[in-house]
C-alpha cells in the first residue's frame, strides 16, 4: 500500500509536469571534431589529466605544450591522418590556446577530447561556480561492440573526480551533458545525466544519472532505451525533487512491447502489439548509495 501511494504521487507529478526539468547543457551530434558549421569557431575542452601538444601529427615528433585537465583549446583544422589508441581511432587535429599569457598552436590527438562539457558559471554559489563536467570516450573494444566512457568533474584545471561507464550505447553519433543542480538530494551538490546513443535499429542508448557528492562523482542508474525492427524496450526514471515530490527518491519506468502485422480474414493486415510488459521500481538515495526499495508490474 505505501508503494502504491508513493507511485500515485509520483503519477500526479509526471503528468503534471509532463517531462523533466533538465537543461541539455551541452551536446553534439558526432565527434567533437566535427563541426556543423566549419566557418563558425569550434572550441574543445581536454579530458587527460596531461594531454600532450605536439609540433607533427605524430607522437615521435617535437613535444610543444602539456595541457591540464580542462584546457580549452580552438580547433582550427582537422587533418587526415589519424591515430587509435585503447582501440579507438581519431583524427589529429590542429589546434590554438592560451598558455602563461601567450597563444599557442600544435598538433593534438582528437581522442584527447571531451566529447561533451558543461561549465557551471554560479558566482553566488561558492560549492558550484567554477566546476567542469566533461565526458569522452576512455577505450573501445569494436569487437565486442563496447565502449568505456569517462566522465571527470574538474576545477582550475585539477580534477576533483571521475566515473567510467562500459555500454553498447556507441558514442560517436550523438552525446549529450543535462545539469538538474542539486534538487535537494541528501550530501549531493550536483545532478547530472550523460547520454550517448547511435540512432540506429539494435543500438541502444545509455542515460547515466549521476550524483556528485563534493568528493566523488557517482554513477548511481543506468536507463537505456532500444528498438530492433518491431520490438522496443525503454526505461525511463524520474527525479522527485525537481518537481516537489519525495525528498530522496527515484522513479524507474520499464516498458517493453513487440508490434507485429497480423493478416485479418478479409485479407488486410494490422498491427497490433503481441507482447507488453511494464513496471516501476521506486529508489531510495540514502546520501551515499541509490537503493531499490520497491517494485510493481
Same mark, same amino acid.
Given at each position: ?16 509536469? =509532463?517531462?523533466? =526539468? ?35 601529427? =605524430? ?69 558550484? =561556480? ?168
Amino acid at each position: 500500500m505505501k508503494f502504491r501511494i508513493l507511485f500515485f504521487l509520483f503519477s500526479l507529478v509526471y503528468f503534471f509536469a =509532463n517531462a523533466q =526539468n533538465s537543461s541539455p547543457v551541452s551536446d553534439g551530434s558526432y565527434a567533437p571534431w566535427h563541426s556543423s558549421d566549419p566557418a563558425a569557431e569550434h572550441y574543445c575542452y581536454t579530458l587527460p589529466a596531461t594531454t600532450v601538444v605536439y609540433s607533427k601529427p =605524430n607522437l615521435n615528433s617535437k613535444v610543444i605544450s602539456r595541457l591540464p585537465v580542462a584546457t580549452m583549446v580552438r580547433i582550427e583544422q582537422v587533418t587526415i591522418d589519424t591515430m587509435k589508441n585503447s582501440g579507438f581511432s581519431a583524427p589529429w587535429c590542429v589546434v590554438s590556446y592560451e598558455q602563461y599569457g601567450k597563444t599557442h598552436s600544435g598538433y593534438l590527438w582528437g581522442g584527447d577530447l571531451a566529447f561533451v562539457t558543461f561549465e557551471v558559471n554560479e558566482k553566488s554559489d561558492s560549492i558550484r =561556480n567554477g566546476l567542469v563536467y566533461l565526458a569522452g570516450v576512455l577505450k573501445a573494444e569494436t569487437e565486442k561492440n563496447m565502449w568505456t566512457l569517462l566522465v571527470k568533474v574538474a576545477r582550475n584545471n585539477t580534477e576533483i573526480a571521475q566515473t567510467e561507464i562500459v555500454t553498447e550505447a556507441e558514442p560517436n553519433y550523438f552525446a549529450s551533458l543535462y545539469h538538474y543542480g542539486n534538487l535537494d538530494y541528501d550530501n549531493v551538490v550536483d545532478v547530472l545525466e550523460f547520454k550517448s546513443y547511435f540512432p540506429s535499429n539494435g543500438y541502444p542508448s545509455s542515460e547515466n544519472l549521476l550524483f556528485f557528492t563534493g568528493n566523488a562523482l557517482n554513477r548511481v542508474l543506468e536507463t537505456s532505451d532500444v528498438s530492433d525492427v518491431n520490438i522496443y524496450d525503454s526505461q525511463d526514471y524520474l527525479l522527485s525533487c525537481d518537481k516537489g515530490g519525495i525528498r530522496n527518491h527515484v522513479i524507474v519506468a520499464n516498458n517493453a512491447f513487440t508490434v507485429e502485422e497480423v493478416e485479418k480474414s478479409n485479407g488486410k493486415t494490422e498491427r497490433v502489439t503481441t507482447r507488453h510488459k511494464f513496471n516501476i521500481e521506486l529508489y531510495k538515495w540514502d546520501g551515499k548509495t541509490l537503493i531499490k526499495k520497491d517494485e510493481m508490474n
